[in-house]
C-alpha cells in the first residue's frame, strides 16, 4: 500500500498496479552485500536492473540502492 501510495503520490496512475508488482518482484531478488577491504567497508548491491533504478528514480528513492561506505 505504501508504494501504491507513493507512485499516485508522484501521478503515475498508467498501470500503477502492473508497476508495482513487477517493481515489488523485481526488488525482492536485490541482494546486499557487505565488502570489507583493509579498515574500508562498503555495502553493495546486487541484481539492481535498469527496471528497479528507473521505479525508484520515479517515486524519488534513486538513492535508496546507492553503495554506502
Do not use: C, H, P
Amino acid at each position: 500500500m505504501a508504494l501504491r501510495w507513493l507512485l499516485l503520490e508522484k501521478g503515475i496512475t498508467e498501470k500503477t498496479s502492473e508497476f508495482m508488482d513487477r517493481l515489488l518482484e523485481e526488488l525482492w531478488e536485490v541482494e546486499r552485500i557487505e565488502v570489507r577491504l583493509g579498515g574500508q567497508k562498503k555495502d553493495w548491491y546486487l541484481n539492481v536492473t535498469e527496471f528497479v533504478e528507473d521505479g525508484l528514480k520515479k517515486i524519488g528513492m534513486k538513492s535508496l540502492l546507492a553503495e554506502a561506505t
